[in-house]
């Protein structure tokens, strides 16, 4: 039962409970399900629409009500009805539109939860929106030919509008002019301006669900970080602002938070809603580790540090499953995870296929080799195995083959490279030129003279194309040319990489088949990994952990973060964190 007297959480979205690449990160939404579970309401406080609220929010048990339109329009979303509406009068708000048609500005119209613009507007969005916005605002709005016209034909008034500036002395001269005419104004963003009818904010919009519902204000917790988020602030019993709030919106608030991209909603249920420690890892109980490779497992130079060997021997002991989860074929599984006790598993070609290695694993391994030597081998089953359809992967291939770069084909466990495409991987490592551990030419590839024979014939044996370029922006241009082909999943292993499976295709969907076939609940499996190709897993695994050295782009996908990156036992320390 819940102690805390918080019975609500109002929550501003963008530079709140989303992170700079608008998302909900995992830890935020695992303190969010937490609140929910002890009857606690979540209620989205906005300036978007309800349209505008990202799915994954509207999805949490505890999401019944939300603020939107900065507080015009407060919505009953289980029964799809307003609670309250306060729309600025048609007249004024043509008597506004005709006012700033002085400024260089972009306008944009909100009316019951829809977002409108016109096709002038949204050609200008490149100058006039902030890039991480850009998506949103593009996609939330329908293109009317006037929005004059619009608004004399709404008899009971307007929802808010919604300007982008560029530059602060225009906003602040169209700012000074609106506020006399006595409407609400409040922004949310540098160069942005948002107006609504007079006395209508977040505040007001929260005053009037409270009542509604019958709650003191000593129930309710509110959380911002923009000057819109003020009213609701000071309205809450307890206001929160986030770590890159407006010195404003700090000067208001009960409390400081961490950042939007630190997990501070997260934070801040943790201390006063959970009532348990903000900064403790999670409670889990762990039968199954998957673990990449390149960045994550081996540190720069493809070893396993014996510190994160022994944690990984001391799991097995126990009985928890601990395998490889990697973008590489069979055959390039390193030398290094060799001794580890207990290995039989392991999903490689970022899971289009699954192995169960045997009894005898580094022999399975040898199998794969292009030259093998005198090691034995041994033959492993294939639990998983999803190659490109044939027409598909000739297409990519020929679209790779018009780019420099370093190409791999993965087929059956093994991994194939043109000689030219071998010399340029010598090369590649020798310079260091990659985020991705170093292999050694140990009879692991099998090399070709050219790889256009070997695809003629056994098209439809490939996992997966692996290509490395010289340059990120090299990589981006390949990723376009890409994009337009049917079938395929595109996802990257380092900035300069481009990896291609069949569709549907990833470590997070193999992960799980893995885990039902050996009677492993999602919920007991750990994922950890540091790139793009791990993001699937990452999502999809019970629990997820990212390398302290892992892209940016993850990170919201993470549970916890280590403190060391891979050349410094950052797996070993995840593992005794979470007590693997």
Known sequence: MNSSPIRLIALDLDGTLLDDRKQISRRSLRALRAAADQGVLLVPATGRTVAGIPAELLALPGVRYAITANGARVMDLAENRALSEDYIPRDLALQVYDLLTQYEC???????????????????????????????????????????????????????????????????????????????VVSSLPLNMEISAAGVTKGSGLRALAGALDLPAEALMACGDGGNDIPMITAAGLGVAMGNAFPEVKAAADFITRTNNEDGIAYAIHK??????????????????????????????????????????????????????????????????????????????????????????????????????DHPTAEPKRLLYTPLPADTARTVFWILSGFEGELSIFAGGQTLKSEEGMR????????????????????????????????????????????????VDQAQEALK????????????????????????????????????????????????????????????????????????????????????????????????????
């Open 106 to 184: 972009l306008v944009d119209l909100f009316q019951d939860g829809q977002g409108y613009t016109t096709e002038a507007n949204a050609a200008q969005a490149d100058r006039y929106v902030p890039e991480n916005l850009r998506a949103y605002v593009l996609n939330s709005r329908v293109r009317l030919p006037d929005l004059r016209a619009f608004i004399a034909q709404q008899e009971r008034g307007l929802e808010k509008l919604t300007l982008f500036f560029l530059s602060e002395d225009q906003r602040q001269k169209a700012w000074a002019k609106v506020a006399a005419l006595g409407l609400e």
């Open 424 to 471: 340029r991987t010598m090369e590649r490592m020798n310079d260091f030129r990659s985020t991705e551990a170093k292999q050694k030419n140990d009879g692991r590839f099998v090399i070709l003279p050219e790889l256009a024979p070997w695809m003629e014939d056994h098209a439809a044996d490939v996992e997966k194309f692996c290509m490395f370029f010289d340059t």
């Open 481 to 580: 040319a890409l994009e337009p082909v049917e079938g395929i999943e595109l996802t990257q292993g380092a900035p300069e990489n481009v990896e291609v499976t069949a569709a549907g295709v990833n470590k997070g969907t193999a992960l799980l088949a893995l885990g039902r076939a050996l009677g492993i609940q999602r919920e007991q499996i750990l994922a950890i990994g540091d790139s793009e190709n791990d993001r699937a897993m990452l999502r999809e695994a019970g629990v997820a952990a990212v390398m302290a050295n892992a892209m940016p782009s993850i990170r919201s996908l993470a549970d916890l973060v280590s403190r060391q990156d891979c050349d410094h036992d950052g797996v070993a320390e995840l593992f005794e964190r979470l007590s693997v």
């Open 272 to 373: 006063f809603v959970l009532g348990d420690d903000p900064d403790a890892d999670p409670r889990c109980d762990i039968r199954m580790v998957a673990l990449d490779l390149d960045g994550t497992l081996l540190n720069h130079d493809s070893q396993i540090t014996p510190r994160t060997m022994e944690a990984i021997a001391d799991a097995i002991r126990r009985g928890i499953v601990v395998l490889p989860a990697t973008g590489r074929g069979l055959s390039s599984l390193p030398v290094a995870i060799h001794p580890m006790p207990g290995l039989r598993y392991a999903l490689t070609s970022n899971g289009a296929a699954v192995w169960d290695l045997g009894e005898k694993p580094v022999d399975a391994i040898f199998s794969r080799y292009g030259d093998p030597g």
